[in-house]
């Protein structure tokens, strides 16, 4: 009808950009909040690590003066940020997956069974916490058994 009156006249990407803004604006908090976690949980292994660690500096100290090798301090440490790592995963991804499934509706352009996120996900966390772990264990094969004998 050309007597009618256009009230606002835009194209059809304008209106699709200005109904989706809100997403764009969504999905950065989220990445942002997604950061922040990922930082905190690689702060929390390292802050657990190197506790474990300083607690242990007197056993570390007997070990390493009734001859265990720092191959042997490494592993010995490394093992419990394994089995940290290894609990984590175990709880982490069945909840992700059900928490992804309660979320599908929420989702736009991702499925949320997407195996690169499901994958890609623990694998980076996983890093994450072997480089968290990394820190203390290599300062447990440098301690003086002299030191650590007197450690109290």
């Known amino acids: 009808d050309p007597m009618q009156a256009i009230a606002l006249p835009r194209t059809y ?9 809100g997403v764009g604006y969504v999905a950065k908090v989220l990445t942002a909040l997604a950061g922040v976690a990922l930082f905190l949980a690689v702060l929390g292994v390292y802050s657990i690590m190197a506790w474990s ?10 070990r390493l003066a009734l001859g265990a090798t720092r191959s042997n301090i490494l592993w010995m440490v490394s093992r419990k940020g394994a089995i ?10 069945p909840a992700s997956v059900a928490i992804a499934r309660l979320l599908r509706g929420l989702l736009f352009g991702v499925s949320s069974s997407d195996m690169l996120v499901l994958a890609g996900a ?4 996983t890093l994450s916490a072997v480089l968290a772990c990394a ?9 003086d058994p002299l030191i650590a004998l007197r450690h109290e």
């Open 135 to 143: 820190l203390p264990a290599r300062r447990a094969t440098r301690t």
């Open 84 to 93: 940290i790592v290894g609990v984590s995963l175990l709880a982490g991804i």
């Open 122 to 125: 623990p694998l980076a966390l």
């Open 53 to 62: 660690v300083n607690e242990r500096t007197r056993e570390i100290g007997v």
């Open 13 to 21: 990407r304008k209106m699709m950009d200005d109904n989706l803004a």
